[in-house]
Each structure stands twice: as structure tokens, then as C-alpha cells.
């Protein structure tokens, strides 16, 4: 099952501007990672963040968490047409899980150029 | 280029075919998944494997039989399987340790008739 929600669950936008997705989670986790699918691709990850960590930056990236909410945005800035994609939060928990995750419903952008 | 490599790309196959698909790192990864991945859904978790042992069956129909004969590579093998099987397989491998991410392949698409 399925315990991730993200929104919006489609986001078009143009080239330069900023793309916000948000996920929201249901049970504690140890970590909340972001990861980006191409059309017809694996999954590429994109950040992780502990559940001890309020925000984190890579490159054009930033995501906050808040655990409190039991939520956490991605934050995609000066977007480009290469960003178009389906993104998808995936939640692991504590304990000995194998590095299960569960993944979120997805958000699909798409940056016109 | 993923370091996850899954062959074969595509797959058609009847219902009563026996087939396999193919996973292969060369990352020093010891925990291995296998996911199935319906069109505009997020993967959904079939296998895991730590250190070249079965750890999680998502209660997975038996037509599917996973097996890992060594730590570099995980197999799928496939018989009587149904239309609703038709879907993107993908393998994903991961270090040990509690916030690692998981790398995936590209994936097979597989088609049944």
C-alpha cells in the first residue's frame, strides 16, 4: 500500500520558473527521499534528507521536511525543459526494513520551453 | 548511463511462455529489489534481497520466482503469467546502512499477450 500522497499530481510550468511539489507521509520515518523518472527510465534519486534534518540543498534542489506535519516539498529553481519528468517521495522507516521504501502517487512536470 | 543494468529492454511473451529477466551491479551492493511499475504509477515493491537472501515477498503470485545466484546479480523468472502482468520491471540495488538510496536500472518492459 501506498501511504504517500504528493500535490499537485501535475505541475506545467516555463522554462525559468520555480517548481514546488509537496508529499505528505502518514508514519514515522528514518528518511524521506526525492527521486526523478524520465519517461520510459528508471528512477534516478535525486536528495536524501533524515528525519532529523529540517532542509537541504543540492544544485537547483532544495527540500524541506517537516515531521511534525509529516510533510516534505521539493523545491526545483530556474527550471529548464530537461526537468520534465515524474518526481516521487518515498518514505523509509526506522528499524530493520531492508531499506524498504514506500513511494508516493508521483508529480508530473512539464517545463515548456 | 545507469549502473543498474536489466536486460532484456523489451519482452513480449505469451501466457504460457517461461522467460527471465536480468539484473546486474557491479556496485558492491548488497541488498537487491525487484518492483513493478504500472503506466502514470509509482513502483510497487515484489522482492528484496540482503546478502543473497530473501528478505521481503510482497506476498507476490508464484508465477513469479525471484532468485540471486551470486551478489552481483538478480534474476526474474516468469511463467503462466497473465495479462495484467504486463507492466516495467525494475531492479534497483543499494548499499547497506540505514540512509542510503536506491540505484535503479532502466528497466524491462514487459508485454504479455
Known amino acids: 500500500s501506498q501511504q504517500g500522497e504528493e500535490d499537485p499530481q501535475a505541475l506545467s510550468i516555463q522554462e525559468g520558473e520555480n517548481a514546488t511539489m509537496n508529499c505528505s507521509y502518514k508514519?514515522?520515518?528514518?528518511?524521506l527521499q526525492w527521486y526523478r523518472q524520465n519517461s520510459g527510465r528508471g528512477l534516478v534519486h535525486l536528495i536524501l534528507?533524515?528525519?532529523?534534518?529540517r532542509e537541504k540543498h543540492s544544485g537547483r534542489l532544495r527540500v524541506t521536511l517537516d515531521t511534525s506535519k509529516k510533510s516534505s516539498s521539493l523545491l526545483i529553481t530556474a527550471s529548464r525543459a530537461a526537468d520534465t519528468a515524474s518526481y516521487f517521495c518515498?518514505?523509509?522507516?526506522?528499524?530493520?526494513?531492508?531499506?524498504?521504501?514506500?513511494f508516493g502517487q508521483g508529480t508530473i512536470l512539464t517545463v515548456h520551453p | 548511463d545507469t549502473e543498474v543494468t536489466q536486460t532484456p529492454k523489451h519482452l513480449v511473451m505469451g501466457m504460457t511462455n517461461k522467460k527471465s529477466l536480468k539484473c546486474e551491479q557491479h556496485?558492491?551492493?548488497?541488498?537487491m529489489y525487484w518492483y513493478k511499475q504500472k503506466a502514470k504509477k509509482p513502483p510497487e515493491l515484489m522482492f528484496v534481497?540482503?546478502?543473497?537472501?530473501?528478505?521481503i515477498n510482497e506476498s507476490v503470485p508464484s508465477r513469479f520466482s525471484p532468485e540471486c545466484p551470486n551478489s552481483s546479480l538478480l534474476n526474474l523468472h516468469l511463467h503462466a503469467l497473465q495479462p495484467e502482468d504486463s507492466a516495467l520491471y525494475l531492479c534497483?540495488?543499494?548499499?547497506?546502512?540505514?540512509?542510503?538510496?536506491?540505484?535503479f536500472g532502466d528497466g524491462t518492459r514487459l508485454s504479455i499477450l
Open positions: 534497483a540495488s543499494r548499499m547497506t546502512g540505514s540512509n542510503q538510496p536506491q540505484h
Open positions: 508514519t514515522s520515518i528514518n528518511n
Open positions: 534528507i533524515r528525519s532529523n534534518e
Open positions: 518515498a518514505t523509509k522507516k526506522g528499524g530493520t526494513s531492508y531499506g524498504k521504501l514506500t
Open positions: 556496485m558492491g551492493h548488497r541488498a
Open positions: 534481497y540482503s546478502y543473497e537472501k530473501l528478505s
